[in-house]
């Protein structure tokens, strides 16, 4: 059974840095571009950075370009997401995604989030 395991959330002051990690199994890591994405109380899940298979970085919120950085350890099956500066808008269950086309067929994937929480 293909898994995605988030970690590295927690309690941040503001201004504060934090690094979330994704790591995946039973699946080939390396043929899957790598999303995270957020949720905040109340409001719709959305993109935050995208990183495909050959490195190639996506971020899709402009705010949070420059204080967020996302990346992957293909030999480790693991994506992250380092985030700096940050701010209490940015406390949000954060997610995970993996997913590629293959055939016609799209295959996706999901961890189960982690909180982050910016407060003092």
């Known amino acids: 059974q293909v898994q995605l395991v988030e970690s590295g959330g927690g309690l941040v002051q503001p201004g504060g840095s934090l690094t979330l990690s994704c790591t995946g199994s039973r699946f080939t890591f390396s043929e899957y571009a790598m999303s995270w994405y957020r949720q905040a109380p109340g409001k719709e899940r959305e993109l935050v950075a995208t990183?495909?298979?050959?490195?190639?970085?996506?971020n899709d919120l402009h705010s949070m370009k420059g204080r967020f950085t996302i990346s992957r350890d293909n030999a480790r099956k693991t994506a992250y997401l380092q985030m700096s500066a940050m701010k209490p808008e940015d406390t949000a269950v954060y997610y995970c995604?993996?997913?590629?086309?293959?055939?016609?067929?799209?295959?996706?994937?999901w961890g189960q989030g982690t909180q982050v929480t910016v407060s003092t």
């Open positions: 995604k993996a997913e590629r086309a293959w055939l016609g067929i799209r295959y996706e994937y």
């Open positions: 990183i495909t298979t050959d490195g190639s970085v996506k």
